[in-house]
């Protein structure tokens, strides 16, 4: 095996695999959990060429990925939680288009995951574990399967912003959670609950509307959040859209409608259950396309927090919000 990393943490030429590592991701734990697994890399690897790059502020893996994809790496891997799965998938894709990168050697680079972070909703939709080990197992052997991107634009300091997300978008009080988990993570697996109830404090339900399939505007009275889904999970293990399949060409919406603190708690047991599709106040849409904003001029109500918008966990912008699938974009390794 051969690692390839220049010193500025850019990549080589590297022939085979490239594993991009967030250094700080997981509390600092992912680099560790990273440097204990060399023996089994080194075993699991010994026949290919592989390099390593860790990661060193914001969007960098999306660049690391995007230059080993051109060079046609045969995976590029991404080591740590959703949102550097959420950064590798955006490499993927040409900057500021839609279009997957091409690679020099004709055949598209495939997608590779190492669960180390302290998100790992994704793998959940394939009845992964959060196992590292088990993890480079499954990569080595290579096996692919084609599976759908969505892509978001959003509203983002005076102009409209896109990315791709690989796992679920999601606005409103979910967006706003999002933003309030990082101070929580030294819970663990409790950070998103408890960030959810800090988040019902600021949060007011808002009227919107959505336009499905490019058909005519309907309207959400009093949303709460909407979470546009290309997989199952999020927030730390909640089973939000159950009958999501990440191939299938299709989003899975779930809006959230008149909710309060209480009924959160309430119904929390039945969200990680996957069984709140039936519940008052929640409706449940398959879509290949779909537009919202805020029903009131604008995307802020006076006195109110602007409905905010992420994807993967990763904050975007705010409303108004276009969300599409990309049908088998990119291959993964499963």
Same mark, same amino acid.
């Given at each position: 095996?051969?690692?390839?990393?220049?010193?500025?943490?850019?990549?080589?030429?590297?022939?085979?695999?490239?594993?991009?590592?967030?250094?700080?991701?997981?509390?600092?734990?992912?680099?560790?959990?990273?440097?204990?697994?060399?023996?089994?890399?080194?075993?699991?690897?010994?026949?290919?060429?592989?390099?390593?790059?860790?990661?060193?502020?914001?969007?960098?893996?999306?660049?690391?990925?995007?230059?080993?994809?051109?060079?046609?790496?045969?995976?590029?891997?991404?080591?740590?939680?959703?949102?550097?799965?959420?950064?590798?998938?955006?490499?993927?894709?040409?900057?500021?288009?839609?279009?997957?990168?091409?690679?020099?050697?004709?055949?598209?680079?495939?997608?590779?995951?190492?669960?180390?972070?302290?998100?790992? +909703? !994704?793998? &959940? #939709?394939?009845?992964?574990?959060?196992?590292?080990?088990?993890?480079?197992?499954?990569? %080595?052997?290579?096996? $692919?399967?084609?599976?759908?991107?969505?892509?978001?634009?959003?509203?983002?300091?005076?102009?409209?912003?896109?990315?791709?997300?690989?796992?679920?978008?999601?606005?409103?009080?979910?967006?706003?959670?999002?933003?309030?988990?990082?101070?929580?993570?030294?819970?663990?697996?409790?950070?998103?609950?408890?960030?959810?109830?800090?988040?019902?404090?600021?949060?007011?339900?808002?009227?919107?509307?959505?336009?499905?399939?490019?058909?005519?505007?309907?309207?959400?009275?009093?949303?709460?959040?909407?979470?546009?889904?290309?997989?199952?999970?999020?927030?730390?293990?909640?089973?939000?859209?159950?009958?999501?399949?990440?191939?299938?060409?299709?989003?899975?919406?779930?809006?959230?409608?008149?909710?309060?603190?209480? +009924? !959160?708690? &309430? #119904?929390?047991?039945?969200?990680?259950?996957?069984?709140?599709?039936?519940?008052?106040? %929640?409706?449940?849409? $398959?879509?290949?396309?779909?537009?919202?904003?805020?029903?009131?001029?604008?995307?802020?109500?006076?006195?109110?927090?602007?409905?905010?918008?992420?994807?993967?966990?990763?904050?975007?912008?705010?409303?108004?919000?276009?969300?599409?699938?990309?049908?088998?974009?990119?291959?993964?390794?499963?």
């Amino acid at each position: 095996m051969t690692e390839a990393m220049t010193a500025d943490g850019g990549v080589d030429d590297v022939d085979d695999f490239l594993f991009i590592i967030n250094p700080k991701g997981g509390n600092g734990q992912t680099l560790k959990r990273w440097r204990q697994l060399a023996p089994e890399l080194e075993a699991t690897f010994k026949d290919f060429k592989v390099g390593q790059a860790l990661t060193t502020g914001p969007a960098h893996a999306t660049t690391l990925a995007r230059d080993a994809c051109k060079k046609g790496v045969l995976g590029v891997i991404a080591v740590g939680g959703d949102g550097t799965i959420h950064e590798v998938v955006n490499g993927f894709f040409e900057e500021d288009t839609a279009k997957v990168v091409s690679s020099r050697r004709g055949k598209r680079t495939a997608l590779g995951i190492v669960p180390a972070g302290t998100g790992s +909703d !994704f793998i &959940r #939709s394939f009845g992964w574990k959060a196992d590292s080990r088990a993890a480079l197992a499954r990569l %080595v052997r290579g096996q $692919r399967k084609a599976i759908d991107v969505g892509r978001v634009t959003c509203w983002d300091n005076g102009k409209m912003k896109s990315r791709f997300f690989i796992n679920e978008a999601d606005l409103g009080l979910t967006a706003l959670v999002g933003r309030g988990v990082p101070p929580w993570k030294w819970l663990g697996g409790l950070s998103y609950s408890a960030a959810t109830v800090q988040a019902f404090f600021s949060h007011v339900n808002t009227d919107l509307r959505m336009k499905v399939d490019g058909g005519p505007w309907q309207a959400v009275p009093q949303n709460t959040g909407t979470i546009v889904a290309n997989a199952q999970y999020f927030g730390g293990g909640m089973k939000i859209a159950p009958k999501a399949d990440p191939a299938d060409g299709q989003l899975d919406v779930l809006a959230m409608s008149h909710f309060r603190w209480y +009924d !959160f708690l &309430r #119904s929390s047991p039945r969200l990680f259950a996957g069984t709140h599709i039936d519940l008052k106040g %929640v409706t449940a849409l $398959r879509v290949k396309t779909l537009e919202i904003e805020a029903a009131l001029e604008g995307d802020k109500v006076p006195g109110r927090q602007p409905f905010l918008v992420q994807a993967d966990g990763e904050p975007l912008g705010t409303l108004p919000a276009s969300f599409s699938i990309l049908p088998g974009a990119i291959d993964l390794l499963v």
